[in-house]
């Protein structure tokens, strides 16, 4: 299932992240893991924010991916199931009178 992850990262913890090398090294691992199809880095609410767009195979994968931002960065982590063009246009047809 196409999801999305929004990770918001506490400032001071991740402050401390980034002085010891472990947000890059979170983030690197976690893209490796996800291979996102994309991936996103902004502020939002005056926090260091990450979108990625990645494949959920397994529910049992949402402890692996979740516990190091919650862990190291003090974050407050997000899932949402998406949809592409092709999902909604599927989706819409189905529901569609015949």
Request: one cysteine or more; proline letters at 8%.
């Amino acid at each position: 299932m196409r999801m999305l992850l929004k990770v918001q990262m506490d400032t001071p913890a991740s402050n401390e992240a980034i002085k010891q090398g472990r947000l890059l090294e979170t983030m690197e691992s976690t893209l490796k893991e996800l291979s996102p199809e994309a991936a996103y880095f902004t502020v939002e609410d005056g926090c260091r924010t990450g979108y990625m767009f990645f494949d959920l195979e397994d529910p049992s994968q949402l402890p692996k991916i979740s516990e190091p931002f919650f862990m190291q960065m003090g974050a407050k982590v997000h899932y949402s199931p998406v949809m592409n063009p092709d999902d909604l246009r599927k989706g819409l047809s189905a529901i569609m009178p015949s």
